[in-house]
């Protein structure tokens, strides 16, 4: 007999514990491995079970390795030690970071096929709500296995498309499909289904849960992938008339803890705040591991590990003005507005000789980290610790400057709606939506006058000949945005990519050493350590933007031959 785990504990802190501000949450007991048909002998299992796919986001979708593959490879973040060879694009097909990232987005896809597969047998009268719960549920399942081979797909290129009623036992081997439309359909399907069958509001008021607006998002992003502009443009106007989302009016609350399922957000993942059983222990603690996000983006003068180093390129790229780079990041001679940590500097405030540099470290390193997740103080390895945040996905912010992009690509490059949609994401930039808040205490100062945003065609037309790019000014624009918006969260590679963009990014933002536009010096450089820019020696190579398929899968998948793995590896 089939046999299932029913993840209902730790899925709790996804779907609301915590980081919610809506009061209304999954509340499922705890069930250990049972029979395989226990699911779906009534309501409340079904329910339990349908949690337990969801729980899956607990794999890639929380922090690491996503993070290292949606940043580092844009070299917006760069890191040393064992993950440097992301910052010089040197992987393989036996990164193990590739080998996880593939195998958890699986382990959703098969936990979705499993719950399917019985849910579809099963009379609609055992679930909540009757017929239309039964497609409710198999909606939100739907979409999870639709999410996870959206990241697959956008990563990979064409993956075997393991469906309902496949499983390891029974599909231990499955080729590529023959081409990336075969791909596209299945995500499109389910996508559809989901958005056919769930509204704007989460099923029982519960967020966390997947909605109309999150499908609508995703099938917007798989439509965009594929070239298909009308139809995302679409999607997004959906999104935007709903009325369901909304700017955060402060950028920097969104990664204050507690700040989970805001107005902004379609998908995120928050881990909340307990400290009890869920914080993790370097030792070997928990599933949740909260303080990885803590620890890998804190400067290394204050606890952190050296996993995230913001690139100079992108500190210096903010205007004057805009309070995103405050929000986000501090460099060299910044204070921490959360900690207090004042990086190359004592305590006392006198200098430190190891840290009072551009660069740190042996390998020559920027001195610029991301305070979205550094926000409390980064203690030792042989400590417990608990630092909660939220995994933002999909905000509100990502539909405006994905729905300009739509626009400049329906529209042309003088589109109203693009260039307003761009308008609208610099506006909460500057600071103008939170003249409405009453928060004279926030350790960033607030504004309380609304102040002139600059014109972004003209900064941008501007910025596109001091760098050097050929794509057009709307490109560079959105492109540069998402930049200054999405640095060291979960879908800017995915972005740049998909808008074709990314190797323009690479050349013109970090120019190779010896090219004409290159200001960097070898890091055996006796000024290295007080030179800002990045030391790129190695060549843009396109292939390395389609993620190898690991070695382990190629090995055990007997459908796959040597002709399957991707060019280049």
């Not at 501000?21 to 069930?31: A, G, K, M, Q």
């Not at 694009?89 to 382990?107: E, I, P, V």
């Not at 709606?417 to 928060?439: C, H, P, S, Y």
């Amino acid at each position: 007999m089939k046999k299932l785990i029913l993840f209902a504990a730790s899925a709790m802190m996804m779907l609301g514990f915590s980081a919610c501000n809506h009061e209304e949450y999954f509340n499922i007991d705890y069930y250990d491995i049972l029979p395989g048909d226990i699911m779906f002998k009534n309501a409340a299992n079904i329910d339990a079970g349908l949690t337990g796919v969801y729980d899956t986001f607990y794999g890639n979708w929380k922090w690491s390795p996503t993070y290292m593959v949606q940043n580092i490879t844009t070299m917006d973040i760069l890191a040393g030690g064992w993950d440097a060879a992301f910052s010089t694009h040197d992987w393989t097909a036996g990164t193990s970071q590739f080998r996880t990232l593939w195998n958890n987005y699986y382990k959703g896809v098969t936990a979705a096929n499993f719950f399917l597969e019985g849910a579809e047998e099963t009379d609609a009268s055992l679930f909540s709500g009757g017929e239309s719960g039964k497609k409710k549920a198999m909606a939100q399942a739907r979409a999870i296995r639709a999410m996870n081979y959206l990241e697959l797909v956008q990563g990979w290129g064409r993956v075997p498309m393991v469906m309902t009623g496949e499983n390891g036992s029974n599909t231990p081997e499955k080729p590529r499909p023959e081409n990336d439309d075969e791909c596209w359909k299945l995500i499109e399907e389910d996508l559809t289904y989901a958005i056919e069958n769930l509204d704007f509001d989460p099923v029982n008021g519960q967020y966390g849960r997947i909605t109309k607006g999150t499908a609508l998002g995703y099938r917007a992003e798989a439509y965009a992938c594929q070239g298909k502009w009308d139809k995302a443009k679409a999607d997004y106007e959906a999104i935007i008339s709903s009325g369901k989302y909304k700017l955060m009016p402060c950028y920097s609350y969104l990664f204050d803890s507690n700040k989970g399922w805001s107005s902004e957000d379609l998908w995120c993942i928050p881990m909340y705040n307990d400290f009890g059983k869920n914080m993790h222990s370097f030792g070997g603690g928990g599933e949740d591991t909260y303080s990885m996000s803590l620890n890998q983006s804190a400067s290394i003068q204050f606890g952190g590990w050296g996993s995230t180093y913001v690139s100079w390129e992108t500190y210096e790229s903010y205007e004057p003005g805009d309070k995103r780079r405050v929000g986000s990041m501090v460099g060299w001679g910044d204070t921490n507005p959360f900690t207090g940590d004042k990086l190359g500097f004592n305590a006392d405030g006198t200098p430190n000789e190891e840290y009072d540099h551009a660069k740190v470290s042996g390998e020559f390193l920027p001195n610029v980290f991301s305070i979205k997740y550094w926000r409390m103080h980064a203690i030792g390895d042989e400590t417990v610790n608990c630092a909660p945040y939220t995994a933002h996905h999909m905000r509100y912010a990502n539909i405006l400057l994905n729905y300009a992009e739509a626009c400049f690509r329906t529209e042309g490059e003088d589109s109203a709606k693009g260039w307003d949609a761009i308008k609208q994401v610099r506006n909460r930039a500057f600071g103008n939506l939170e003249v409405t808040l009453n928060d004279p205490t926030y350790p960033i100062p607030m504004n309380t006058e609304v102040v002139e945003v600059p014109d972004a065609k003209t900064v941008y037309t501007a910025y596109k000949a001091l760098k050097g790019y050929t794509a057009p000014v709307w490109q560079v624009a959105v492109n540069q945005e998402r930049r200054k918006e999405f640095n060291l969260e979960f879908c800017l590679f995915f972005d740049l990519k998909r808008s074709g963009f990314i190797e323009q990014h690479i050349n013109c933002e970090y120019p190779k050493y010896g090219t004409a536009m290159a200001k960097s010096v070898p890091n055996t450089d006796p000024a290295a350590p007080d030179s800002k820019p990045w030391y790129r020696n190695f060549d843009f190579n396109p292939n390395k933007m389609t993620f190898p398929i690991p070695t382990t899968e190629m090995e055990t998948n007997k459908a796959l031959t040597p002709a399957d793995q991707n060019p280049g590896y």
